[in-house]
């Protein structure tokens, strides 16, 4: 290098190393802003932590022992229900607990315990660090057993970081307030190990069969490993994680110098004799409605919480949770007992009884009281019919499918006059006529009142034809919840989105009796939805929210389509519909019947001004029910008459802007005073019928012989009416507004494409 060059590379490396000094500057200041920031975040979450605890009672394992029972409330602070496992949770005292165990558990869990005070900082911090710069594929685990007890006690899992330095600051307390020894202790008998066993003494009980102090080194070390995933070593389910956990423990006490070599060697080599069957435990068997109660809650601290199904069913078992349910126990008791004797229900023609299930909602909603099963419940949180069973509707659903769509978007009216008459469908390459009408017959025009009051199938076929299956299905399944429907996917071989499904009811797989109460109740609240609930919130044991449930409603239809629609169900109960059976006294009630295709399901839908409720009968195996008449309304008339018991009689409100009006039975159209047979209908003011068309203009007209259909003469020249003009079936219209529509075969208008 010559002189020149030299002296032109120095100030490039000066140049560079003020460079790298400034970046080490600015990294150092970047580094220590984020310390003191992260220094003023820990230290202002710790002052709020700490004061919060001021409030609350210290950590007591004596409180423990006695054991954090749930408690159920009825919405007015009322004591309802105690939750009891039966389980014969027998507190085992340290020094009977063998030593082999107390060593397997900390080598295991926590190799520091006895050197902490109940943080063991290195793991904590290196956790910590994982989960910012994931240096193991998986998540560290830094809590200590102490933590866990902490954990344990309070049920408080989040996974958030006040609540992790909340169970830093618990864990602190407890080590100063008890010895290693009554953390030991009261882990071992406060910890989950799966198949329902809370406890080291019920956890030896289910898996070998014999007490806590018989375990062998090589039975402690297998129901030690049980507890970090109970559902992943579960002893009965999968033997060979277990197994292979078991070796992982023994290995870790060996290198920790906890147990010898040989004793490792023998301890491995031991064979794990495991009972066939988990014992059997006398579980409290409660109602229906606790029973739903329970696995609602379960489900949603599993999606809400992020808890196993175990942690959550622990905690409601264990946690010292206050639960305020919807449940009326007056009306849950009366539902019970009345359910709880086959004697209350219809003779039958075979010999085998079917089942049936009821479900009582508010108008807001609220589940106030559940029955899943005819005869006495001898299992705690059984096969439930009225929240788990999903069948067909029949019938059932036309009100929410056919006739809702059609009134909602103003395609008919209360008196709009509609053929009952099938359709053809092309089914194995030839054209057929559906549907058969429940009765076996066609009766030619008929109000859209009376074709809901006689439940014709016909009918309900062709509303949902012109609102297009799509329209229907995406209502029950998107505002309804009605989430059990199969939509329409390429490739699959069945979905509901089809006639036979949204019309009659013959879904897939059908709903439950509680989601299609559900659905009924916007004709008992004006046309909101809230998806059925049976609490209003769960307290934790500290008595802070740990559940709160969306009780929130949403307006899905119009007010008036509602009150019409009540109204016409209304016409259901009374003599000639359907459900004349079901009404008692002077208490209105609207109703819906329902049945499957080959009497496979049978229902009755029932609304008084006071709840929703929903019968079903029929076999869990599903075939012919043999009634010798057709029960579910006469069951719903004898059980509710008692849930209405000291209830003042009141009539449905009438909501929007709706009011009666009387029409012309032959045109279906407003009645003038020339018309001589009148009735009277609902009619939203927005959308009334024109004034009678045959009686403004008197003349008569020959109607075509394939326009007259009767029961036994379909063809009948001779008969003669006097008509002003055809009847127009979509009422309510000027001519004016017709322009640009037409009527299909149907008799609906339609745009004129």
Sequence with gaps: MNPTQEIQSQPKKKLGKKIWVRTLQVTAIVIMIMIITGCIVACSLTISILRRMKEEEPISFEQAKLSYTTIIYTEDNTEYMRIETGQDRTWIDYGNIPSHLRQALIAVEDKRFLKHRGVDWKRTIGAALNEVFHFYGSRQG??????????????DTEVRVDRKLREILRALQVERDYSKEQII?????????????YGIEAAADTYFGKKAADLTLAESASIIGITQFPTEYDPFQHPENNKKRQEHILNEMQEQGKITQAEYRQAAAEPLNFQQTSPARSQKVYDYFTDHLIETIISDLCSQKGL???????????????????????????????????????AILGDEYPQSAFVALAPDGKILALAGGIGEKNNARQFNRATQAKRQTGSAIKPLAAYLTAIENDMVTWSTLMDDHPITIRQNGADMSWPVNFQGNYQGMMTIERALKESRNTIAVKLVQEAG????????????????LVPRKEGQARDDVNLSAMALGGMTYGVTPLELAGGYQIYANGGYFTAPYCYTKVLDSRGYILLQADTTARRVIAPET???????????????????????????????????TDDYDQWFVGITPYMITATWMGYDSPRRIQYASYPPPVVFRQLASQLHQ????????????????????????????DCSSIQTGWYASAHLPEECHIHKEQKTIRIPENEIRTERNPLRPENKVDVGSRPKLLTGQSDQKKKGYKQNENGLWVPDD
Excluded at 473 to 479: I, S
């Design 308 to 346: 196993s199904y175990g942690e959550a069913e622990n905690m409601v078992n264990r946690g010292g949770l206050r639960i305020y349910a919807t449940v009326n126990p007056a009306m849950q008791d009366m539902v019970s007992t009345f359910y709880g004797s086959q004697e209350n229900f219809p």
């Design 646 to 673: 000291g209830l003042d009689p009141k009539d449905f409100p009438v909501w929007g802007d709706t009011v009666q009006k009387n029409y012309c039975t032959q045109s279906g159209e407003l009645a003038t005073a």
């Design 469 to 484: 299956p799509e329209r229907v299905f995406q209502f029950l399944h998107d505002r309804l919840g009605f989430t059990s």
């Design 562 to 596: 509602a009150t019409i629609i009540n109204r016409l169900m209304q016409q259901v109960t009374l003599p000639g519909g359907t459900g004349n059976g079901a009404r008692w006294g002077n208490v209105p009630v609207a109703g819906k019947t329902g049945t499957a």
């Design 185 to 197: 202790e009261m882990y071992l008998n406060t910890a989950f190990f799966g198949n329902n066993a």
């Design 142 to 155: 830094g809590s200590t057993l102490t933590q866990q007890v902490v954990r344990n006690l309070t049920g």
